[in-house]
């Protein structure tokens, strides 16, 4: 009987253990890293631009806040403490920025789905950019930066 007991605990963790090796988590974090292929005529996609204008025209800060990824990048040097991308695009004058570059055509950089499309382009664009991503299978807002300056 205890032999029996033993036998059968064994098999249940043994397949416990594989089908926790094929999660579909593992799965998911798999795909995010792999180069983003063009998604600018995906449905989901295009109706996550279509809001994120919407709320940029408005500067909608809850639903722009409720779009942005947890890490969102807005510039490059150490934020103030306590600052939100919206008081620097406040401070910096910049909502006219990412309004006009949210307008335009999206394509697929790295991870990211980028605008305006000189990024992809122009290796020598120094403008701003937008970045938008996939997260946990759902699109975000991840970036809207000015070009990096790199030291001389």
Same mark, same amino acid.
């Given at each position: 009987m205890?032999?029996?007991?033993f036998?059968?605990?064994l098999i249940l963790s043994?397949?416990?253990?594989?089908?926790?090796?094929?999660?579909?988590?593992?799965?998911?974090?798999?795909e995010?890293?792999k180069?983003?292929?063009?998604?600018?005529?995906?449905?989901?996609?295009?109706a996550? +631009?279509?809001?994120?204008?919407?709320?940029v025209g408005k500067?909608?800060?809850a639903?722009? &806040? %409720?779009?942005?990824?947890?890490d !969102?990048?807005y510039?490059?040097?150490?934020p103030a403490?306590?600052?939100?991308?919206?008081?620097?695009?406040?401070?910096?004058?910049?909502w006219?920025?990412?309004?006009?570059?949210?307008?335009?055509?999206?394509?697929?950089?790295?991870m990211?789905?980028?605008?305006?499309?000189q990024?992809? +382009?122009?290796?020598?664009y120094a403008?701003?950019?937008?970045?938008?991503r996939?997260?946990? &299978? %759902?699109?975000?807002?991840a970036y !809207?930066v000015?070009?990096?300056?790199?030291?001389?």
């Amino acid at each position: 009987m205890l032999l029996r007991l033993f036998v059968c605990a064994l098999i249940l963790s043994s397949a416990a253990a594989c089908n926790s090796l094929n999660t579909p988590y593992k799965k998911k974090d798999e795909e995010e890293k792999k180069p983003m292929k063009d998604q600018s005529s995906d449905q989901a996609f295009m109706a996550f +631009l279509g809001r994120l204008r919407i709320a940029v025209g408005k500067r909608d800060r809850a639903m722009l &806040g %409720s779009m942005m990824t947890s890490d !969102f990048g807005y510039r490059w040097d150490t934020p103030a403490p306590g600052e939100t991308p919206f008081d620097y695009w406040d401070q910096q004058n910049t909502w006219g920025d990412l309004q006009n570059i949210v307008k335009q055509r999206f394509l697929p950089n790295g991870m990211y789905m980028v605008a305006p499309p000189q990024v992809v +382009l122009d290796s020598k664009y120094a403008g701003f950019r937008v970045g938008l991503r996939t997260v946990g &299978g %759902s699109w975000k807002f991840a970036y !809207f930066v000015p070009a990096e300056v790199k030291a001389q």
